[in-house]
């Protein structure tokens, strides 16, 4: 099993920054894919940016030049840099973590709230 834990998330004016932490613990070495999700009030939830085991980057178009995803092997933690955030980046943001293989699972974090004031 894999535990999550988002921290970071609050409010900001349109045009700042906040970094958002996801700190992995349990069978951590099982993990092939991290990544961030956000889900605002009556949309679904959406991929914002995933980062492998490899290092490998995948960012929403919406979030592109914006959102920069890093992991830290040594902490166990995965970030999501969120620059010149806008109004519509509003949402609660998740962490996940996916498996692959022979018992493939998926795995979230309990969400953290993102708000962008205009």
């Known amino acids: 099993q894999v535990q999550l834990v988002e921290s970071g998330g609050g409010l900001v004016q349109a045009g700042g920054s906040l970094r958002l932490s996801c700190a992995a613990s349990?069978?951590?070495?099982?993990?092939?894919?991290m990544g961030w999700h956000r889900q605002a009030p009556g949309k679904q939830r959406e991929l914002v940016a995933a980062i492998t085991s490899g290092g490998s980057t995948n960012y929403a178009d919406s979030v592109k030049g914006r959102f920069t995803i890093s992991r830290d092997n040594a902490k166990n933690t995965v970030y999501l840099q969120m620059n010149s955030l806008k109004p519509e980046d509003t949402a609660v943001y998740y962490c996940?973590?996916?498996?692959?293989?022979?018992?493939?699972?998926?795995?979230w974090g309990q969400g953290t709230q993102v708000t962008v004031s205009s």
């Open positions: 349990g069978s951590i070495f099982s993990i092939n894919v």
């Open positions: 996940s973590a996916a498996v692959f293989g022979a018992r493939p699972s998926n795995h």
